[in-house]
């Protein structure tokens, strides 16, 4: 991280140039965040801390960031290009030297971003932009692709693999069942609107709407602005993290034992899965 003088004091710039540091992400939650420690709070630690890598693929999130970077700036897209390079570009065959198949649906799915009228009219205001605020007196942190200020709504593209109006199998909570919902709303997505919107409200003083900006990664891209404007809806998703968090604050602070999940790799790695079964 980029290292700049405060004072007499030398000071990272945890909302700035040294977002996604490590010492940006002990010092603040962020819905991710949050979201790794509601899956395993011991790999979730122990990822804090630097003593496990994340081992899942990521080619998915790199697809995604190439079309975030595209619609940020010329600049920022040529620079992720750049440094990602090597697994973007294939290396051998017919292809040599052209981007990869995943990346290749990544291109097509900016070309239909860029071709949809409604969205360029949507995706005007400030890039990436940094907020913060407090959440039950956590503080916690997020980045927007765009916030428009002056008409107060912000928007997140968001990639699907599968058609937008597709349904995700996942457990209530509440009764235990499998329930069927929206691929954003399995995903923490609209927890994330919904944690914007209160930090922008803290730091603006205003409303601000949230708009999910989908498109898919079928080979023929779909898209469409999903615009929030229940707040019963956004309430609901903030209500469960409101009463967990304190909780994960402490685990993430060492004031209480952090549980292993007994299923993920890491719990498989550390031999924290389950060892004995009764039956």
């Known amino acids: 991280s980029k290292i700049r003088k405060g004072g007499d004091q030398m000071t990272l710039d945890l909302l700035g140039e040294d977002y996604y540091s490590v010492a940006s992400a002990r010092q ?8 790794r420690f509601r899956e395993c709070e011991a790999r979730a630690l ?16 790199l697809v995604g960031n190439m079309v975030h970077s595209y619609f940020e700036s010329p600049e920022a897209h040529k620079k992720f290009m750049d440094e990602n390079a090597d697994a973007m570009i294939s290396k051998a065959g017919k292809t040599k030297g052209q981007l990869k198949a995943d990346f290749l649906v990544g291109q097509r799915m900016i070309e239909r971003l860029e071709a949809d009228k409604q969205f360029m009219e949507y995706y005007v205001g400030q890039k990436e932009v940094a907020v913060k605020g407090e959440i039950e007196g956590v503080e916690f942190k997020g980045k927007i692709d765009c ?13 699907t693999k599968s058609d937008i109006d597709s349904m995700v199998w996942v457990q ?27 930090m922008l409200k803290e730091q603006y003083g205003k409303e601000f709407t949230p708009v999910i900006y989908a498109v898919t990664k079928e080979s023929t891209p779909d ?41 993920c790799e890491y719990c498989k790695t550390k ?7 009764v039956v």
């Not at 916030?147 to 990639?159: A, C, S």
């Open 46 to 61: 122990a990822e804090l801390e630097g003593e496990w890598e994340d081992q899942r693929d990521n080619t998915a999130l």
């Open 271 to 277: 031999a924290l899965s389950q060892r004995v079964e």
């Open 172 to 198: 209530d909570e509440a009764s235990g069942r499998n329930i069927q919902v929206r691929w954003f709303e399995a995903w923490g997505y609209v927890l994330q609107m919904a944690a914007y919107k209160k």
């Open 223 to 263: 898209t469409r602005a999903i615009v929030f404007q229940s707040q019963e809806k956004l309430d609901y998703e903030l209500s469960e993290l409101s009463m967990l968090i304190k909780h994960l604050d402490d685990v993430k602070k060492g004031k209480e034992e952090a549980k292993p999940c007994g299923h």
């Open 147 to 159: 916030l428009n200020v002056e008409k107060g709504y912000f928007v997140d593209i968001k990639t």
């Open 28 to 35: 603040y939650w962020s819905i991710s965040q949050y979201k």
